[in-house]
């Protein structure tokens, strides 16, 4: 599950964390007591929100902080062991006939139909299976622990890392050919209202060269926006290094050296996915062919 929120968490601006849960019934507050234990500990771009139900009267809210990812944290029926989680976007739990695990399923439904409606943000949701939902204080013992071991997982991946440091954006290579435009619209009006609250850009010493492992939408609205630095953090996670060097290639041989290059090579997120998905999912196929071959 760690992994599954790490891949859904890719990319996120602006996160809100919403526990819902009512203190009355026993374990049915195991979201509201999460978001309780994450409170003081997150960065500025995670907005926590308590919530006895669904959360209507923090809608407003929501909308302006402006989030890309949407977390909703809550106790529901999975058939599994008291204490098991499960994440899931909300398409896949809340599915077109309104059913869904939670213990709130039909106001959850309608409420990330809404949400959905009115900002450009994915919806997830983790789900708690419940021992004892009856009348009550306090949660039991199993939904309790998977409360504290949901709290560290939210902390490592919400919480930046440890090391970031402020780096001039030319002396950063990029390592893709094209900006989606759609991405870049989102991204340039988050920055203009809260430029703050932009994470930090995982980078990387490849060779003789600092390369952007990610966040190129970011580092352009940032130099859209006249910031000169931006954060970033050394990337210690092991990634297919040797793709990024055809990528780098790739962006030598057009003459892009820095994200300034990028300027002109805004295109539709249509042209986008054909242009540079299709060709980095070709150049995939070519290298796990190749290292067949090496065998």
């Not at 309104?98 to 994915?122: D, M, N, W």
Request: charge should be negative; proline fraction near 5%; hydrophobic fraction near 40%.
């Amino acid at each position: 599950m760690k992994e599954e929120l790490q891949r859904w968490m890719e990319h996120a601006e602006a996160i809100v964390v919403v526990g819902i849960g009512n203190p009355m019934r026993r374990d049915d507050y195991v979201g509201v007591k999460v978001v309780q234990d994450l409170t003081g500990k997150t960065p500025g771009n995670v907005m926590l929100i308590e919530s006895d139900t669904i959360p209507e009267s923090s809608i407003e809210t929501i909308i302006a902080f402006k989030p890309n990812r949407i977390l909703l944290i809550d106790a529901g029926a999975l058939g599994l062991k008291p204490g098991a989680a499960v994440f899931k976007e909300s398409t896949t739990v809340l599915g077109p006939t309104g059913s869904a695990v939670s213990t709130h399923a039909l106001p959850l439904k309608l409420f990330c139909e809404y949400l959905e409606r009115l900002i450009q943000a994915k919806i997830g949701l983790l789900i708690v299976q419940p021992a004892n939902t009856d009348f009550g204080e306090g949660l039991s013992e199993h939904v309790s622990k998977a409360a504290e071991d949901l709290t560290a997982i939210l902390l490592e991946i919400l919480t930046y890392p440890k090391e970031t440091f402020l780096m001039e954006l030319n002396e950063i290579q990029p390592s893709q050919l094209y900006i989606s435009a759609r991405k870049l619209d989102h991204v340039m009006e988050h920055f203009a209202s809260k430029p703050s609250l932009m994470g930090p850009i995982p980078i990387k010493q490849l060779g003789n060269r600092i390369v952007f492992v990610d966040g190129h939408t970011r580092a352009l609205a940032a130099l859209l926006h006249r910031f000169p630095k931006v954060p970033v953090y050394w990337e210690e996670e092991e990634l297919d290094w040797e793709a990024y060097e055809t990528c780098i290639g790739w962006c030598v041989d057009e003459g892009i050296y820095t994200i300034a290059d990028l300027k002109n090579r805004v295109i539709s997120h249509r042209e986008y996915q054909k242009l540079w998905y299709e060709k980095c999912t070709k150049m995939q196929r070519e290298l796990e062919a190749k290292r067949k071959r090496r065998l």
